[in-house]
C-alpha cells in the first residue's frame, strides 16, 4: 500500500519542552507547569478580545494539538 501523503509523520515521544518552544515559540506562549505536570500553550488575538489556551499531559501531545490549531485557523 503507498503512504497516504497528506497523513502528517507521527510526533516523536522523545519531544521536549525546547523543541516546542522552537517550533512554536514565536506564535504561542509555552509553558511547563510542573506542580500539575502538563505543558501549555497560549495565543492572543492582536486586538487582546481573543485567548486560545491548549494543555496536555506530554510536550508529544501538545505539538499534535498545536499543529492542528494552527491548521484550523483562517
Request: overall charge negative; aromatic content about 6%; glycine content about 6%.
Amino acid at each position: 500500500m503507498a503512504p497516504n501523503p497528506t497523513t502528517p509523520d507521527p510526533v516523536p515521544a522523545t519531544i521536549t519542552g525546547t523543541d516546542l518552544q522552537e517550533r512554536f515559540g514565536d506564535r504561542w506562549t509555552i509553558r511547563r507547569e510542573l506542580a500539575i505536570s502538563i505543558f501549555s500553550a497560549e495565543r492572543r488575538s492582536p486586538d487582546g478580545h481573543h485567548i486560545r489556551y491548549l494543555c496536555a499531559r506530554s510536550a508529544a501531545d501538545l505539538v499534535g494539538k498545536l499543529e492542528a490549531a494552527e491548521t484550523d485557523e483562517p
